[in-house]
């Protein structure tokens, strides 16, 4: 195992599961977003192509909803933003969520590798910016000038998702890998435990119930993420 200047290297790949106590609804599970919203229709780059004002109504409905008064970030964000202080860890923070939680509960270094629903995307340039009431309608893109509507910066169904390179990095030298609230049920993020397994990290799974992986992982805690994650990191 990679040991740099004594710090334990510790990378953490976040899920929906860990900001559904917030009030954010996750994916899969009973009432989750895809029982009511058809999967192909809103996170495939092909529904956004057949109906783009469907897509953008689904994202600029939650956007409200993460901007809700009483959504805010729940322990197990904090337990985490508290860990990036710890100075024998060298943390690697990935979420798959679209959420601004773990910033908001203080962590400094996330990677959103399935993007931010707070920012908007040049389809043509690949430029991101703050997202603004204003700017999910129009027309104009502000970088190259060209008439396209700027889209969510999101990662959908068949695109790359983000800063790869970097994640699977961090994934070889690891000397801990943690998956939390996630189904490990979307590729790539997946196959993580694998790639951090491979090269003899502790792995460890949190989650509410066993993901589709969990005899991938050495050690687990099922449970809710307020519960798990603060106890585990104490
Ligand atoms: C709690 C809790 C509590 C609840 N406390 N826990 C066939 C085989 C294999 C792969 C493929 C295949 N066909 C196609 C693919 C690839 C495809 C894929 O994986 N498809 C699957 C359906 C099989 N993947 C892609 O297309 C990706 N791109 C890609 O692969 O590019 C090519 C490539 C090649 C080689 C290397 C690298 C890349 C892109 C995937 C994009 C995913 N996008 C979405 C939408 C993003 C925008 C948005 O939010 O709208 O990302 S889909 C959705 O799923 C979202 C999530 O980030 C993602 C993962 O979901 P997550 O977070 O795991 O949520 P849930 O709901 O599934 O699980 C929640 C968990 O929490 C549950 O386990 C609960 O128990 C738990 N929980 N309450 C703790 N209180």
Redesign the pocket.
Known sequence: MAIKNDKKRVVIL?????S??SGIE????SN???EKHS?ED??TPEGYLRDPDLVQR??SL?RAQIQEQDVKPNA?HIAIAQLEQNPNVELFLVT???DNLHERAGSKQVLHM??E?LRARCPQSGQTLVWKQDLANQHLCTCCQIPNPLR?H????????LG?DRIYHQLLQADMFVA???????????GFVHEAASQGARTVE????P?EHQHEFNEHAY????Q?VPEFFE
């Not at 996750?26 to 599970?29: E, I, K, L, N, S």
């Not at 939390?180 to 997946?190: F, L, N, Q, R």
């Not at 449970?223 to 307020?226: K, S, V």
């Open positions: 976040t899920g929906a599961g860990i559904a106590e996750t994916f899969r599970d989750g977003l895809w999967v809103v996170a689904f994202y939650r197990a798959q969520n679209i399935h993007g629903l969510p999101v990662v959908w169904f068949g695109e790359m998702p790869l939390i609230g996630t189904s490990c049920h979307v590729y790539p993020a997946g949190l989650n509410l119930e993901s449970g809710a993420a307020t798990v």
